[in-house]
């Protein structure tokens, strides 16, 4: 039983930075690939960024390609998502989510654990 969860969300301006943080318990993290989704008001959930068990490779969505970065922390059980050049469509509720293993970053179905998510707004 692996545990999630978010924290960091908040409102921000556009051009601005956040960073999101997932605490994980329950299990052996470092053994975890890791991942953030999003989902939108009125859209459907897209995976954003990845990161395999030893922190490479990482995975990015085109849209946050260059802006968003990945990283975990296997000692403290921690992943992060530092956000920056935050545009008013980044705005969503964000998911940590993980699993032992992956076929395709994009198919959200295989990730197994999920936090309970965190609310980013970026206002014009």
């Known amino acids: 039983q692996v545990q999630l969860v978010e924290s960091g969300g908040g409102l921000e301006q556009a051009g601005g930075s956040l960073k999101l943080s997932c605490a994980a318990s329950?299990?052996?993290?470092?053994?975890?690939?890791m991942a953030w989704v999003r989902q939108a008001p009125g859209k459907e959930r897209e995976f954003v960024a990845g990161?395999?068990?030893?922190?490479?490779?990482?995975k990015y969505a085109d849209s946050v390609q260059g802006r968003f970065t990945i990283s975990r922390d296997d000692a403290k059980n921690m992943m992060y998502l530092q956000m920056s050049n935050l545009k008013p469509e980044d705005t969503a509720v964000y998911y940590c989510?993980?699993?032992?293993?992956?076929?395709?970053?994009?198919?959200?179905?295989?990730?197994?654990?999920w936090g309970q998510g965190t609310q980013v707004t970026v206002s014009s």
């Open positions: 990161i395999a068990w030893n922190g490479t490779p990482t």
């Open positions: 989510v993980g699993t032992t293993a992956v076929s395709s970053w994009f198919a959200l179905h295989g990730y197994k654990y």
């Open positions: 329950g299990g052996t993290f470092s053994r975890l690939v």
